[in-house]
């Protein structure tokens, strides 16, 4: 069933004979997965998670996690394994999300507790809301940077952490933040959730409209764009309404800034990690099945990490859910 030829599914269908692919069924005005051939839904479907583990292959790999515990443990590792690396002659960092958040209070604890002198390390926020404009102000409660603040940067030992300097958070004007990618700073790794919508960050798919009407945008055009402002799918604004607003949508800022593509593949590693919390069961077998095998598409934008070289999903078992018909 899975051993598929990328040369297959909506590329012969719609691609390559220049037909328009069917509307989104959540915005007709958007793209996303909606818009996707049959045949990948319902094999995204069927996908258990023992299957899923088997769709590892080089340079994507599949981990499975029995407990939270166990699972956000291993997320905040990835900052302590990129922060150890680190040294002033060779200075690395971390791109880290706001989504999961539960890794950032263990990253904290982990520092403190073990003295790690992390002065060297980096790190840089992955987005931030706008509002008017600019960026979301740091007093706001759904701020971004304020939630990574208050719940890790600033809570480690003034004589541990790394200086003001080395903490990068995206802007209205993106100039700064974009050249912080520039200096020479590794990025050792890109963590990540996955929205409703499929993306990482906000990286939302594009608007259906103009030279993009009858086709999304091929995924060499999406991977050159940089960090942006973007106007967010419906489908990501009701999300974050339900993960931080109770469900009030008209909380929800409609734009944001966003990491894009272009730095994404200045980090040597991506990892996105699937509590269950933000995408459903179906979204966390779709993207899992396209970059297993090879099927970028810009309708969803986290499928275009198959062409990533190193790129890691991780799972809580008991978050992945199951695609079954249930009434409730």
């Given at each position: 069933?899975?051993?598929?030829?990328?040369?297959?599914?909506y590329?012969?269908?719609?691609?390559?004979l220049?037909m328009p692919?069917k509307?989104?069924?959540?915005?007709?005005?958007?793209?996303?997965y909606?818009?996707?051939?049959?045949?990948?839904?319902e094999?995204?479907?069927?996908?258990?998670?023992e299957?899923?583990?088997?769709?590892?292959?080089?340079?994507?790999?599949?981990?499975?996690?029995?407990?939270?515990?166990?699972?956000y443990?291993?997320?905040?590792?990835e900052?302590?394994?990129?922060?150890?690396?680190?040294?002033?002659?060779?200075p690395?960092?971390?791109c880290?999300?706001i989504?999961?958040?539960?890794q950032?209070?263990?990253?904290v604890?982990?520092?403190?507790?073990?003295?790690?002198?992390?002065?060297s390390?980096?790190f840089?926020?992955?987005?931030e809301?706008?509002?008017?404009?600019?960026?979301?102000?740091?007093?706001h409660?759904?701020?971004?940077?304020?939630?990574d603040r208050a719940?890790?940067?600033?809570?480690?030992?003034?004589?541990?952490?790394?200086?003001?300097a080395?903490?990068?958070?995206?802007?209205?004007d993106t100039?700064?933040y974009?050249?912080?990618?520039?200096?020479?700073?590794?990025?050792?790794?890109?963590?990540?959730?996955?929205?409703?919508?499929k993306?990482?960050?906000?990286?939302?798919?594009?608007?259906?409209?103009?030279?993009w009407?009858?086709?999304?945008?091929?995924p060499?055009?999406?991977?050159k764009?940089?960090?942006r402002?973007?106007d967010?799918?419906?489908?990501?604004?009701?999300q974050?309404?339900r993960?931080s607003?109770?469900?009030?949508?008209?909380?929800?800022?409609?734009?944001?800034?966003?990491?894009?593509?272009q730095?994404t593949?200045?980090?040597e590693?991506?990892?996105?990690?699937?509590?269950?919390?933000?995408?459903?069961?179906?979204?966390?077998?779709?993207?899992?099945?396209m970059?297993?095998?090879?099927?970028?598409?810009?309708?969803?934008?986290m499928?275009?990490?198959?062409?990533?070289p190193?790129?890691?999903?991780?799972?809580?078992?008991?978050g992945?859910?199951?695609?079954?018909?249930e009434?409730?």
């Amino acid at each position: 069933m899975l051993a598929c030829n990328p040369k297959s599914y909506y590329v012969l269908n719609h691609k390559e004979l220049d037909m328009p692919r069917k509307l989104s069924v959540i915005s007709p005005d958007w793209w996303d997965y909606t818009t996707l051939d049959q045949e990948i839904i319902e094999d995204a479907a069927r996908l258990t998670p023992e299957k899923m583990l088997k769709l590892s292959r080089p340079g994507f790999k599949v981990i499975l996690y029995d407990t939270l515990e166990d699972f956000y443990l291993a997320e905040a590792l990835e900052y302590i394994h990129a922060w150890k690396q680190s040294t002033e002659d060779n200075p690395v960092g971390i791109c880290g999300p706001i989504g999961p958040t539960e890794q950032l209070p263990l990253v904290v604890r982990l520092v403190n507790e073990l003295g790690l002198i992390i002065r060297s390390g980096h790190f840089w926020g992955m987005d931030e809301w706008i509002l008017d404009g600019k960026e979301m102000p740091v007093s706001h409660p759904l701020s971004f940077e304020r939630c990574d603040r208050a719940m890790c940067l600033s809570r480690i030992d003034k004589k541990l952490r790394m200086p003001e300097a080395n903490l990068h958070f995206p802007k209205a004007d993106t100039r700064e933040y974009r050249a912080s990618w520039e200096t020479g700073v590794r990025c050792a790794v890109m963590q990540g959730g996955q929205g409703d919508v499929k993306h990482w960050a906000f990286n939302d798919p594009p608007r259906r409209k103009g030279k993009w009407k009858d086709n999304p945008p091929p995924p060499e055009e999406y991977r050159k764009l940089a960090t942006r402002i973007v106007d967010l799918h419906p489908l990501t604004v009701a999300q974050n309404a339900r993960t931080s607003g109770g469900g009030n949508i008209s909380l929800v800022p409609t734009q944001a800034i966003s990491v894009g593509p272009q730095e994404t593949w200045k980090a040597e590693k991506v990892s996105i990690w699937h509590a269950g919390t933000h995408d459903n069961a179906f979204g966390q077998r779709l993207t899992c099945l396209m970059i297993s095998q090879g099927l970028p598409d810009s309708a969803v934008p986290m499928s275009l990490l198959a062409d990533h070289p190193n790129v890691q999903f991780n799972y809580y078992r008991g978050g992945i859910g199951s695609c079954t018909i249930e009434m409730h």
